[in-house]
């Protein structure tokens, strides 16, 4: 599936949610739902400090495609850390640098990405997509 | 036992921005430590201003010039009364405490802080009350030593007076706290460092909105506070100076006011209050914040206080009736602030989830780091209540956080 694909899918499932109650409800059962980051990849120099709580994002490179694994302290933000990466894991690192993640505005939680309230959100599309050039200029 | 000094529904329709509404959602607004909301006398004040005397101050020769200037001029005397400041050319306009805290950093370090000096500062200032010192303190070859407080949130004194002695340059200590609602003892901080000979600054950020200040009977050096959280415009702060230091002080930023004379190699300062005041201040904000503190005074400070204590006991009943809360800061002396956290939940979760309902919390660290390192905690979720605010809201508030540990459980 392409980002784009994926992106869709993710639109079309949220338009099932009447409410807002229902799409937290949902954010927090992926929250809680996903193990997604190793222990010990859970350091201070793959650490995103936000304002309001900490995101650990750590990528590794498979058959060209990058892989990203995250955690965070907050739930709603550990809910929205496994959307993106449903979105942007297992892409090779062109597609994670041309994405346009319309999908977060689309789905009614735009305020979430907000540069203050983002809690690190818009910081760790950033730290993704630095991942992915890193590995593109080291491809090269 | 509720209050019945104030007229409260005459009040919150004072406040326009209460009958708003968020998230579909009557807006219920408990982040006043942040930022207070507005009268409309003082949104009217600032749209009076500008549609009939706008102009710049202190200069010009016309009318609207000298209207203008003495608009602003009389704040300055409101203040001064507000405080009890000894004179007039006391009270310094600044673009808010922090600016407040830097100018007596920047301006007195320069003269009064010298290599090997002293700096004292407490575990529960905001950071405007610390990286100001720090970086003085590197600039100039000084110490800076903290005051550590207790699991309560309160100052530890007497760790405080050991930490006094002959080389202690300046104390800086907020009045209230931001993150724990502690009301500190600063008249007896101030006497103690005065034995010393040191300068106190008082961060009184969250202090003057909630009570009349008396400058001279605590003592204070400088006392440094924000227009916006006290029913002012944004942009605009206070600093109060004892004259003595003042005048000794070098001008913070050149320019505009500030100046006497001005020749090609050097030039000459202005007389207080204006040599700290350089450039065009905030001549709408100014003639505004004299509304707004004419409105606090009208409402009355005693019946502001029993209204904010009275939610305070009220919040803190309430809140305390929630299975796994736990408050942050318990001192016997506290201003109307509720800071805690819900077992299992983080407070940025708890503050989404209510921001839905219409309640406006601060989470996060609050600009209060070192505090949240002291309790080995990430956050809070802060409830901070205004004069203007109900038990009627707290209840909510409650709901709110039953419905949070509803969905988190």
Same mark, same amino acid.
């Given at each position: 599936?392409?980002?784009?694909?994926?992106?869709?899918?993710?639109?079309?499932?949220?338009?099932?949610?009447?409410?807002?109650?229902?799409?937290?409800?949902?954010?927090?059962?992926?929250?809680?739902?996903?193990?997604?980051?190793?222990?010990?990849?859970?350091?201070?120099?793959?650490?995103?400090?936000?304002?309001?709580?900490?995101?650990?994002?750590?990528?590794?490179?498979?058959?060209?495609?990058?892989?990203?694994?995250?955690?965070?302290?907050?739930?709603?933000?550990?809910?929205?850390?496994?959307?993106?990466?449903?979105?942007?894991?297992?892409?090779?690192?062109?597609?994670?640098?041309?994405?346009?993640?319309?999908?977060?505005?689309?789905?009614?939680?735009?305020?979430?990405?907000?540069?203050?309230?983002?809690?690190?959100?818009?910081?760790?599309?950033?730290?993704?997509?630095?991942?992915?050039?890193?590995?593109?200029?080291?491809?090269? | 036992?509720?209050?019945?000094?104030?007229?409260?529904?005459?009040?919150?329709?004072?406040?326009?921005?209460?009958?708003?509404?968020?998230?579909?959602?009557?807006?219920?607004?408990?982040?006043?430590?942040?930022?207070?909301?507005?009268?409309?006398?003082?949104?009217?004040?600032?749209?009076?201003?500008?549609?009939?005397?706008?102009?710049?101050?202190? *200069? &010009?020769?016309?009318?609207?010039?000298?209207?203008?200037? =003495?608009?602003? @001029?009389?704040?300055? %005397?409101?203040? #001064? +009364?507000?405080?009890?400041?000894?004179?007039?050319?006391?009270?310094?306009?600044?673009?808010?405490?922090?600016?407040?805290?830097?100018?007596?950093?920047?301006?007195?370090?320069?003269?009064?802080?010298?290599?090997?000096?002293?700096?004292?500062?407490?575990?529960?200032?905001?950071?405007?009350?610390?990286?100001?010192?720090?970086?003085?303190?590197?600039? *100039? &070859?000084?110490?800076?030593?903290?005051?550590?407080?207790? =699991?309560?949130? @309160?100052?530890?004194? %007497?760790?405080? #007076? +050991?930490?006094?002695?002959?080389?202690?340059?300046?104390?800086?200590?907020?009045?209230?706290?931001?993150?724990?609602?502690?009301?500190?003892?600063?008249?007896?901080?101030?006497?103690?460092?005065?034995?010393?000979?040191?300068?106190?600054?008082?961060?009184?950020?969250?202090?003057?909105?909630?009570?009349?200040?008396?400058?001279?009977?605590?003592?204070?050096?400088?006392?440094?506070?924000?227009?916006?959280?006290?029913?002012?415009?944004?942009?605009?702060?206070?600093?109060?100076? #004892?004259?003595?230091?003042?005048?000794?002080?070098?001008?913070?930023?050149?320019?505009?006011?500030?100046?006497?004379?001005?020749?090609?190699?050097?030039?000459?300062?202005?007389?207080?209050?204006?040599?700290?005041?350089?450039?065009?201040?905030?001549?709408?904000?100014?003639?505004?914040?004299?509304?707004?503190?004419?409105?606090?005074?009208?409402?009355?400070?005693?019946?502001?206080?029993?209204?904010?204590?009275?939610?305070?006991?009220?919040?803190?009943?309430?809140?305390?009736?929630?299975?796994?809360?736990?408050?942050?800061?318990?001192?016997?002396?506290?201003?109307?602030?509720?800071?805690?956290?819900?077992?299992?939940?983080?407070?940025?979760?708890?503050?989404?989830?209510?921001?839905?309902?219409?309640?406006?919390?601060?989470?996060?660290?609050?600009?209060?780091?070192?505090?949240?390192?002291?309790?080995?905690?990430?956050?809070?979720?802060?409830?901070?209540?205004?004069?203007?605010?109900?038990?009627?809201?707290?209840?909510?508030?409650?709901?709110?956080?039953?419905?949070?540990?509803?969905?988190?459980?």
């Amino acid at each position: 599936m392409t980002i784009e694909e994926k992106q869709a899918e993710i639109v079309d499932e949220f338009a099932l949610f009447d409410d807002w109650l229902q799409k937290y409800d949902y954010l927090i059962e992926l929250g809680k739902s996903l193990p997604m980051i190793e222990e010990k990849y859970k350091t201070d120099d793959r650490i995103i400090k936000g304002c309001q709580s900490r995101v650990w994002l750590n990528a590794e490179t498979n058959d060209g495609a990058i892989r990203f694994t995250a955690d965070s302290d907050a739930i709603i933000t550990k809910g929205i850390i496994s959307l993106l990466i449903q979105v942007l894991s297992d892409e090779s690192p062109e597609e994670i640098l041309n994405a346009d993640l319309h999908f977060i505005d689309e789905i009614g939680l735009k305020e979430h990405l907000s540069p203050t309230r983002a809690n690190g959100l818009l910081a760790m599309v950033k730290q993704m997509k630095f991942y992915a050039l890193a590995y593109q200029s080291k491809a090269n | 036992m509720s209050t019945e000094t104030l007229d409260m529904e005459k009040i919150r329709e004072d406040f326009p921005i209460l009958s708003e509404e968020v998230h579909g959602q009557p807006l219920v607004y408990f982040d006043n430590a942040a930022t207070s909301q507005k009268p409309t006398p003082v949104i009217e004040a600032i749209t009076r201003y500008y549609t009939q005397i706008n102009s710049n101050i202190h *200069r &010009g020769v016309h009318t609207l010039s000298q209207k203008a200037t =003495d608009a602003f @001029e009389e704040t300055r %005397e409101k203040v #001064r +009364k507000h405080i009890n400041a000894e004179h007039a050319h006391e009270i310094i306009f600044t673009k808010g405490t922090t600016d407040g805290i830097n100018l007596v950093a920047s301006s007195f370090g320069q003269h009064f802080i010298g290599e090997g000096e002293e700096v004292i500062i407490t575990n529960m200032e905001h950071h405007s009350n610390i990286v100001p010192w720090q970086l003085i303190c590197a600039q *100039r &070859g000084a110490r800076l030593k903290i005051v550590p407080i207790s =699991d309560k949130g @309160e100052l530890d004194l %007497e760790t405080f #007076r +050991k930490m006094l002695n002959k080389n202690t340059a300046l104390v800086a200590v907020n009045h209230i706290s931001n993150s724990l609602g502690t009301i500190n003892p600063v008249k007896e901080i101030t006497e103690a460092a005065h034995e010393v000979g040191a300068a106190v600054l008082i961060d009184g950020a969250q202090s003057a909105p909630h009570m009349p200040i008396d400058v001279q009977d605590i003592g204070a050096d400088f006392y440094t506070f924000s227009a916006h959280k006290m029913c002012g415009p944004t942009g605009l702060g206070v600093l109060y100076g #004892r004259e003595e230091w003042l005048e000794k002080m070098p001008p913070y930023q050149g320019g505009g006011e500030m100046i006497k004379e001005v020749f090609l190699d050097h030039s000459t300062w202005a007389d207080l209050p204006h040599k700290f005041e350089a450039g065009t201040p905030n001549i709408s904000e100014v003639v505004a914040f004299g509304t707004a503190l004419d409105y606090l005074n009208e409402i009355g400070w005693e019946a502001i206080e029993a209204q904010e204590r009275d939610l305070l006991e009220y919040g803190t009943a309430r809140l305390s009736e929630i299975e796994g809360l736990k408050i942050y800061g318990e001192a016997d002396q506290k201003a109307s602030v509720i800071s805690f956290l819900i077992e299992g939940i983080h407070p940025y979760d708890v503050g989404m989830v209510l921001d839905k309902l219409g309640i406006a919390v601060r989470t996060g660290h609050h600009c209060t780091q070192p505090i949240m390192d002291r309790f080995e905690i990430p956050g809070t979720v802060r409830a901070s209540f205004a004069f203007y605010n109900t038990r009627e809201e707290i209840d909510r508030l409650v709901e709110g956080l039953k419905r949070v540990k509803t969905m988190f459980a």
